[in-house]
């Protein structure tokens, strides 16, 4: 498959509010759509099979760079077969997806960020299988350790896109370097080093904000979903997800003290006041400032240090990464991302999902993003693990992004995204806050947890 080098540089790319339903009478919700057309290279690929000549595509991505190279591969996907292809980015999309399929009006393809909800539309019987041509390409790109998340029962149905990496720790190297601090390699040493910061009474261990409007507290579940895996392995873990073990299980319970323990107020530099009170982007101005020395959060974060920070170049004011530390060995890795899934089987629905699997969507979305985010060293917020992808379109930080994780062997998907929405959305975020806020234990908020899973 021929490379489509877009160049955005000269393809105006425009947004507007548009129906989030996509022809629904939703009066009430909107999105942003991108109709950005795409300037590529002539490709000898052949045309797809007959079938769609307009193939719409939803999902939650809704920024300029997010939205903007999205809309600008698959349009050139779209040219290159004789398709006009839609993408529309949509701030509500999780409720909006659902009113869509309700009234009977859903799009082609749409991007999940759930694997929980896209498994619930599978077995409901409201998403399509993906045929052969897109099974056999998902598998050939992806490893099982990713497709597995878009595997419902034995039966592929969710291509990956995009991968999220997040257990990271930011941090700035000059800072740790004029304080004496040295890396952790362990969790003991990541503890040890977050006592040695409150003992020597300057600037705080750790910037932490959970904030984050209807999605308050997805940042604690993050952490837990960490400790998990560190104190009790991916067995655990599995069975946790799977309500194999209740919810409030005393190791999920330690876990989640382990969290509340390490945020204490000795340990938080809280940007708003508490850390229920500061939105979770706004933990990177208070880094390169110096108000904290570390924030644990995922390869997107780029996206929220401020413009024009230097990333892993060795200047003294640049941020970089490491590994959250593992207490056993084993290095596990807490990832995210997204799948697309078709809503119908139209062939060149699907020939679109096989070439979303391809390390050629991943490097030319990557590309697309980072000139959209201002190009040069910026970071782009996209990250693949799709194989074969050339790594040098990635900046050096992105590169150890990519190390990390392919060096894993270890791999779980947020476990919060996993879980039943009653629960990954809703009473884990709520009752998580309240725990952080002291309004209830870590016993407390998980017993309420375990009390609102559904039969």
């Keep these: 498959m021929n490379k489509r080098w877009i160049k955005l540089a000269a393809v105006p790319i425009a947004f507007s509010f548009v129906a989030a339903a996509c022809g629904s009478d939703d009066d009430g919700a909107s999105s942003e759509a991108t109709t950005a057309p795409a300037e590529q290279t002539e490709s000898t690929e052949a045309p797809a099979v007959e079938g769609k000549t307009e193939i719409t595509v939803t999902g939650p991505e809704r920024d300029e760079s997010e939205a903007g190279s999205l809309q600008a591969v698959l ?15 949509d701030a509500d999309w999780e409720s909006n997806i659902n009113t869509q399929i309700e009234g009977g009006n859903p799009p082609d393809i749409s991007i999940f960020p759930q694997p929980g909800k896209l498994a619930g539309f599978a077995r409901d019987g409201v998403l399509t299988a993906l045929n052969d041509e897109a099974a056999t ?173 230097a990333f892993a170049d060795g200047s003294p004011e640049a941020v970089d990464v490491f590994y959250f530390p593992d207490i056993n060995g084993d290095k596990p890795v807490l990832g995210a991302g997204t799948l697309a899934a078709a809503f119908n089987d139209d062939a060149n629905v699907h020939a679109l999902l096989a070439y979303m699997s391809t390390a050629d969507f991943a490097e030319t979305r990557q590309a697309a993003q980072a000139e959209l985010k ?82």
């Design 75 to 89: 349009g050139a996907w779209g040219d290159e077969n004789g398709v006009t292809v839609t993408y529309i980015g």
């Design 137 to 309: 390409a998902t598998a050939t790109n992806w490893s099982e350790a990713w497709t597995t998340f878009g595997n419902v029962d034995g039966t592929q149905f969710g291509v990956p896109v995009k991968s999220d990496l997040k257990s990271l720790v930011w941090y700035q190297p000059a800072a740790f370097e004029a304080a004496g601090y040295t890396v952790p390699t362990t969790f003991d040493e990541f503890t040890a080093l977050v006592d040695t910061i409150t003992a020597d009474g300057g600037a705080k261990a750790l910037c932490v904000g959970i904030e984050s409007g209807q999605a308050t507290g997805w940042t604690y579940t993050d952490w837990v979903e960490d400790m998990v895996l560190r104190q009790h392995g991916a067995d655990v873990y599995d069975q946790w997800v799977a309500h194999e073990i209740p919810f409030n299980d005393p190791q999920i319970v330690e876990s989640m003290q382990t969290v509340l323990d390490i945020w204490s107020d000795e340990n938080v530099f809280a940007n708003s006041g508490t850390i229920a009170a500061t939105a979770f982007q706004d933990n990177g101005q208070p880094l390169v400032d110096g108000d904290c020395f570390m924030h644990r959060q995922a390869s997107f974060y780029s996206a929220f240090i401020p413009e024009g920070t």
């Design 374 to 455: 201002g190009g040069g060293a910026t970071l782009s917020g996209f990250l693949s693990a799709a194989k074969g992808q050339d790594p040098s379109v990635y900046q050096p930080l992105e590169q150890s992004f990519l190390d990390i994780l392919s060096n894993s062997t270890i791999v779980r998907f947020d476990a919060s995204d996993l879980m039943p929405a009653e629960v990954g959305a809703g009473t884990f975020w709520t009752e998580g806050t309240a725990a952080v806020n002291g309004d209830k234990t870590a016993q407390e908020a998980a017993d309420a947890i375990e009390a609102s899973w559904p039969e």
